[in-house]
Structure formats: structure tokens, C-alpha cells
């Protein structure tokens, strides 16, 4: 059973544009959730997060939207460069128990020059 | 610069052989999770190891064991290996839990080839 859902697979962009990546889940405990950047033979690496007290959270061109009872949240990349061409994922986890991240599928994103 | 090291970075097994993966954490957290990525999909929680302790555990059969040692550097061992066990291994780690522990850092991971 997939604890969180991701969306689009992937998704092309023009440079300059907004890249838009959606994530729900079902697990009601979930309190922290954080998008993660992968770039091909690397390990994720942390872009931003965000707890649900918050409905948005805003790092450089990152931003994080989180609707709370529609138990989804998305990353916006705003004007999207090239460099930004990775495979982002989305995650959640109930930071009480502090074990268990659970990863959406990812989304790879290709913007182009 | 997460500071979180795995080795080997790439190894190639076959079925029925035992592996050993080794992570050393950031400096500063004691709690080191592991995680299964096959090619095309998100990491999947294998386990966790907080101060030593297994500290939860995944949907994986108990031929995935780990350690931590006092230092807090782990090592993920794998028995009997099958092909699907072909994945990258990462290793996470993060503060205590409780202190801001649920931000997990990721180390480059190791390749497991098993043919």
C-alpha cells in the first residue's frame, strides 16, 4: 500500500517556468513532510519542509503549499532552470515515532534550456 | 554537505551470496536508517537503529539484519541475496529523535548488483 501518492511521473518545463509536483496522503499522524532532490548515482538530498501548522513554507524559489484537510501538499519550483533537472520525492512521516520516512514514487523533471 | 559516507559505492553479488554495506553518520546524530531504492522508485524503510537498538522496522524478511556501533557508524547485511535485492542502499542519518530527529540526511548510497 502506497503511504503517499505522487504525481505528475514526470513532467517537462521550459526554463524560466513553474514546475509544479502534487503529493496526498492518508496517514492522519503524519506531521513532518519533506521533498527530496535526487540527481542520477547521488542520494537524496533535503530541498525543504514543512509541518502541518503551516500552510506554506517559502525557501529561495522553493516553496512548499500544504492543505491539510485535503491531506495533500505540493512543491513549486519557480522559474525553473536547467541545473533543477533531477527527480524529486516527496515524503512523510510521524515524527513521534521518528522512524519510518515514507517516499512518494518520484517525479522526474527535465526543464529545458 | 550531508557528511553521511556509505562503502562500497558499487558491488556485484550472486544469488545466495551474503553482503555487507557500511555507513558512517553525520557527525553529531545517533540515529542511522536504512533504505532500499530500485531503479525507477522511491527509497523504501528497511530499518532504523537509535543508540544501538533497532528501532523500527520495514516490510523486509529477516534476512536484512543491521548493527550500529558506538560510534553510530551502522552496517546493513543481506543473506541469501536474490536478483531482486538489485537496488541502491542508502543510508540516512539524523538527530536524536525528538531534537529536530525527523530530518534525515542521506549518504550517496551503494549499487548492489546481484546476478
Redesign the interface.
Known amino acids: 500500500q502506497q503511504q503517499v501518492k505522487q504525481s505528475p511521473q514526470s513532467l517537462i518545463v521550459q526554463k524560466g517556468g513553474i514546475s509544479i509536483i502534487n503529493c496526498a496522503y492518508e496517514n492522519t499522524a503524519f506531521d513532518y513532510f519533506p521533498w527530496y532532490q535526487q540527481f542520477p548515482g547521488k542520494g537524496p538530498a533535503l530541498l525543504i519542509a514543512i509541518r502541518p501548522d503551516v500552510s506554506e513554507k517559502k525557501e529561495g524559489r522553493f516553496t512548499i503549499s500544504f492543505n491539510k484537510s485535503a491531506k495533500q501538499f505540493s512543491l513549486h519550483i519557480m522559474d525553473s532552470q536547467p541545473g533543477d533537472s533531477a527527480t524529486y520525492f516527496c515524503a512523510a512521516t510521524d515524527s513521534n515515532t521518528g522512524n519510518q520516512f515514507y517516499f512518494g514514487t518520484g517525479t522526474s523533471l527535465t526543464v529545458i534550456p | 554537505e550531508?557528511g553521511?559516507t556509505?562503502s562500497p559505492t558499487h558491488l556485484i553479488k550472486t544469488r545466495g551470496q551474503q553482503v555487507t554495506l557500511r555507513c558512517s553518520s553525520q557527525s553529531g546524530h545517533n540515529?542511522v536508517?536504512w533504505?532500499q531504492q530500485a531503479l525507477?522508485?522511491?527509497?523504501?524503510?528497511i530499518f532504523?537503529y537509535?543508540r544501538e537498538e533497532e528501532?523500527?522496522r520495514?516490510n523486509f524478511p529477516p534476512r536484512f539484519s543491521g548493527l550500529q556501533f558506538p560510534n553510530y557508524s551502522s552496517e546493513l547485511n543481506v543473506n541469501a541475496l536474490e536478483l531482486d535485492d538489485s537496488a541502491l542502499y542508502?543510508c540516512?542519518s539524523?538527530p536524536a529523535?525528538?531534537t529536530g530527529?525527523?530530518?534525515?540526511?542521506?549518504?550517496?548510497?551503494t549499487r548492489l548488483l546481484v546476478l
Open positions: 550531508t553521511v556509505q540515529t536508517s533504505y525507477g522508485q522511491g527509497p523504501q524503510f532504523q537509535y528501532n523500527g520495514g542508502l540516512a539524523s529523535i525528538g530527529g525527523e530530518t534525515q540526511y542521506f549518504g550517496p548510497g
